[in-house]
């Protein structure tokens, strides 16, 4: 059966987590309380929409509706600034090099993200040619860890479900990868993305001979 690998984008293939946390904590500011990194971590892998939530919840503030869709708008101007400069730099270590191998064994590649801005990243990085599909938050109706964006990837691939491989950063991503019966490959610590059946600090430390087992599986 043909083989299909899914990139998580923030915290795989680009640190982009920092500049997300700039334009919440600006937002927080503007609305008169504090937002820490810590409370950064419960973003991860979640939407636009559930952020703001869980960001009025954490400065106990209540917002109209015309209110929440201004300072949706308002954060992803000021992301959008703030990653108006990214290049290749911002690429995690080694993730070119699996990407690369990937390719050269023709095995279809897809980005699954919450972002809505994944593309516009992956062309300032220059990593948009390695990409055969890309499913973003413009395409999902459920965040995960419903499956909904993987199983929508796995189709733009034209490979079952069960045949792909998720590298996910993020406990609601891992979770996403294994609701639809997906291999996960879990990015960073092993001790929060528990669910995930393998787990790596970071890409160096994947070989392309686990890659090429993952392949032939």
């Known amino acids: ?17 920092k500049y997300h946390y700039l334009a919440w904590k600006k937002l927080a500011n503007q609305l008169g309380f504090e937002f820490t990194e810590e409370q950064n971590e419960l973003f991860k892998g979640v939407s636009r929409k559930r952020c703001l939530e869980i960001l009025l ?3 106990k ?13 308002d954060k992803n ?11 290749a730099s911002e690429i995690l270590p ?8 990937l390719k050269e064994n023709n095995i279809p590649i897809a980005l699954g993200s919450a972002s809505k801005n994944a593309k516009p990243i992956l062309e300032k990085v220059g990593l948009l040619p390695y990409f055969d599909a890309i499913v973003d938050g413009n395409h999902v109706t459920k965040a995960k860890p419903d499956p909904e964006v993987f199983l ?11 045949e792909c491989v998720v590298f996910e950063d ?12 997906m291999i996960s490959i879990g990015i960073g610590d092993k001790n929060v993305l528990t669910e ?11 070989s392309t001979n686990f890659i090429k087992d993952l392949i032939e599986k």
């Open 152 to 162: 929508l990837a796995a189709k733009q691939l034209d490979v079952n479900a069960d």
């Open 94 to 101: 080694d993730v070119p090099k699996v990407l690369a191998f």
């Open 77 to 87: 101007v000021d992301y959008l600034e703030f990653i108006k400069n990214m290049d």
């Open 196 to 206: 995930a059946q393998f787990n790596f600090n970071d890409f160096t430390e994947i």
């Open 170 to 181: 993020a406990v609601a991503g891992v979770q996403a990868a294994n609701a639809a019966q």
């Open 61 to 73: 503030r209540e917002a109209t509706q015309e209110e929440f869709d201004k300072w949706m708008i």
């Open 1 to 17: 059966m043909k083989k299909g690998f899914i990139f998580d984008l923030d915290g795989v293939i680009v640190d982009t987590a």
């Open 57 to 59: 919840e954490i400065g």
